[in-house]
């Protein structure tokens, strides 16, 4: 997990930190798939994924079970039957839902029946009788009438639910979710660390930019960002990328900046192939922009950030910059959670993600949140964001400590209910 979606990576580390921080000596284990090297250092244990869901024909058919054997444990007092997840259910003191943005009709867009076998691991759990709760996400959208009532179920039996921006409770409360245990917070990627001895200029003469003095802005674009789906076509024609293009000029020209087109994305080979961190989908995206460009006549004072570089060193190279775009979410959080004025590109396709504007109410930066659909509104936009920099920043700064503390409640607050079940 660690080494695809750097975003996925901002988050983990500190919830994993967090929860041995919450809970001193507690033995956590995931079904999220992470490396030898992170469960040691973070002493986590990792359980297969197919307990959870497998990506197979057989995962429906093995939560029913699952359900049936738990719902005979609440008439009957005892478990008639077991699988391996429910052996893992039963000796655990507190099971926590970690679903991000795909509790709800989303998931499905990951796999067959993902967002129903995942309410089922769910209600299982709460069956057997242990406290259960629902940690930072962004729940919704519940669009098919097939699973909405399943999930009020579910939802409303959660001891805890923390969401970590405020639009996700908007949408509960339309949907008619029993809100009374949900509380909005902020994520935990806010609390990510960049890599301590960093050396910007080191990066600089590694991808061979000289550093000409000028203002320097981020710019992270990503699949999701373009108005025509999916988000992995490829290739894509060329004026699919008109409107980023026409900004990153309008930067360079009027505003005066050196922009960087980065990935904030990586992968690696699949097993048993030798691990080796490599670029991910996002790269041939900026590639694609930077010669966009280039036929355009655009060549100075635009770069590609071409190396491969990973989570710690990349929210490192974010924070030198003096300003970011960013069609990533968590892009955007690297720059904000280190106070750098930051303009968020929308989703420009289904399925769209409310988390980008909830996360920018939750740093006090909704207006800086541009729709991918027109240029002019996109220019203007960062525009604004640049011209009124100092103050933005300072507005972050200042609203990074209370945060932080949203972040720490998420699990102030699984301890308050653990404590009292």
């Avoid at 429906?60 to 054997?69: M, T």
């Avoid at 076509?233 to 980065?262: C, H, N, Q, T």
């Avoid at 691990?275 to 930077?290: M, N, S, T, V």
Wanted: aromatic share 12%; proline share 5%.
């Amino acid at each position: 997990m660690e080494f695809g979606n750097i975003g996925n990576y901002y988050i983990i580390e500190p919830f994993i930190r967090q929860l041995h921080q919450t809970f001193p000596g507690a033995n956590i284990k995931t079904t999220f798939q992470l490396s030898d090297g992170f469960c040691v250092r973070e002493n986590i244990s990792v359980l297969p994924m197919e307990l959870y869901y497998g990506w197979n024909e057989s995962d429906l058919d093995c939560a029913l079970k699952e359900l049936s054997i738990a719902e005979l444990y609440k008439s009957m007092g005892k478990v008639v039957s077991t699988t391996s997840y429910i052996d893992e259910v039963l000796s655990a003191d507190l099971v926590i839902d970690f679903s991000g943005d795909i509790w709800g009709d989303n998931a499905d867009f990951l796999g067959p029946n993902r967002f129903l076998v995942g309410l089922i691991k769910d209600r299982v759990a709460q069956l057997l009788g242990k406290p259960t709760v629902m940690l930072a996400g962004s729940p919704g959208p519940f669009d098919n009438q097939d699973t909405l009532e399943f999930a009020k179920e579910v939802f409303a039996d959660f001891d805890l639910v923390t969401n970590r921006e405020p639009i996700s409770m908007e949408i509960l409360k339309e949907y008619g979710f029993d809100i009374s245990k949900t509380f909005s917070k902020a994520c935990p990627s806010f609390l990510f660390e960049p890599q301590k001895e960093f050396s910007f200029i080191s990066i600089l003469d590694k991808e061979g930019i000289e550093d000409n003095g000028r203002p320097k802005a981020g710019f992270i674009l990503c699949g999701w960002n373009f108005t025509e789906g999916p988000f992995d076509k490829w290739p894509r024609e060329d004026k699919d990328y008109l409107k980023f293009a026409e900004s990153v000029e309008y930067m360079i020209d009027v505003l005066g900046l050196d922009v960087y087109l980065m990935s904030h994305s990586n992968g690696f080979p699949i097993p048993p192939k030798e691990f080796e961190l490599q670029h991910g989908r996002d790269y041939p995206i900026i590639k694609q922009l930077q010669k966009v460009l280039s036929k355009r006549g655009v060549q100075d004072h635009v770069h590609s950030i071409d190396g491969v570089y990973d989570t710690w060193e990349t929210k490192a190279l974010i924070g030198n910059f003096d300003f970011l775009v960013s069609g990533r979410v968590h892009g955007a959080i690297a720059g904000l959670s280190q106070a750098i004025p930051t303009v968020i590109i929308d989703y420009g396709h289904e399925p769209k993600a409310h988390k980008l504007v909830g996360f920018a109410k939750v740093i006090d930066v909704e207006n800086y949140v541009a729709s991918p659909e027109s240029s002019d509104s996109l220019k203007k936009i960062i525009k604004d964001c640049w011209i009124h920099r100092k103050v933005v920043q300072k507005n972050i700064a200042n609203r990074l400590n209370l945060v932080h503390q949203m972040t720490l409640e998420n699990f102030q607050l699984t301890r308050e209910v653990f404590e009292g079940h």
